[in-house]
């Protein structure tokens, strides 16, 4: 029951931020810059201001599923981002650039984050197989429940650490978009501003996940040293 509740908690605290972020992205696509630059443009010019001649600005599919992937060293700007000249594009843009920008000066967050990104793939398979096992009574007799929610606070303690260590390379890269783009003079004034509220409830989409997976964490370990 208490997992049940954290879940329904946390999974409606996501949808009104996410609905919030699209909100604030739709609200800002509608106001162009005086720049004039599409998204691929603004990429661009960070990576050149940057130095960094070795990753390329692709378009990408949907919306607002912009990012960067540090192993083909390319940054996928969704539809509404790559050739618009929205505020919202420009933030977005310059936010993926953030990353790259990251991964070319050894970011130590980020570093972190991605020799992390095996275990969390392999905790939250295990979490699955586990979570499918209690439910449905799978393993009852064979396994007992103390290992259960030993596996189940490990894997959700990589998680919550993966979930954390986000959050720092997510806000620095957008801190490192809005330098860029107010001394490139790319946003400024209202438009500075814009920017910076798109990226900012962004942000708070990844605070959530971090509670969410910090309070899953705390309920099974616990759990299980309540049942040791």
């Not at 096992?133 to 990589?158: C, E, K, N, R």
């Not at 997510?170 to 990226?199: M, P, Q």
Request: aromatic letters at 10%; one cysteine or more; hydrophobic letters at 50%.
């Amino acid at each position: 029951m208490g997992y049940m509740i954290i879940m329904g908690v946390f999974t409606v605290a996501g949808m009104i931020l996410s609905g919030k972020l699209k909100s604030v992205f739709n609200k800002y696509s509608q106001y162009g810059t005086a720049s004039g630059m599409t998204g691929k443009e603004v990429a661009e010019a960070m990576l050149s201001h940057y130095g960094i001649t070795d990753v390329k600005v692709v378009p990408g599919k949907g919306s607002l599923t912009d990012h960067y992937n540090p192993q083909t060293k390319t940054i996928a700007l969704s539809e509404p981002v790559y050739n618009a000249r929205s505020i919202s594009a420009a933030a977005v843009a310059a936010h993926e650039c953030g990353h790259a920008v990251q991964h070319a000066t050894a970011y130590p967050a980020l570093t972190m984050r991605s020799s992390l990104v095996p275990v969390v793939n392999f905790s939250a398979k295990a979490q699955q197989f586990v979570m499918m096992g209690m439910f449905m009574g799978i393993g009852a007799g064979m396994v007992s429940p103390q290992l259960m929610l030993g596996i189940l606070a490990a894997t959700f303690g990589v998680t919550a650490l993966f979930s954390l260590i986000t959050l720092p390379v997510e806000f620095d890269a957008s801190k490192r978009a809005l330098a860029w783009l107010d001394e490139s003079g790319v946003t400024h004034g209202a438009e500075y501003d814009g920017a910076k509220d798109a990226l900012w409830w962004a942000a708070m989409t990844y605070v959530s996940q971090a509670l969410m997976a910090l309070a899953m964490f705390l309920f099974f370990a616990l759990r299980f040293i309540g049942n040791d």
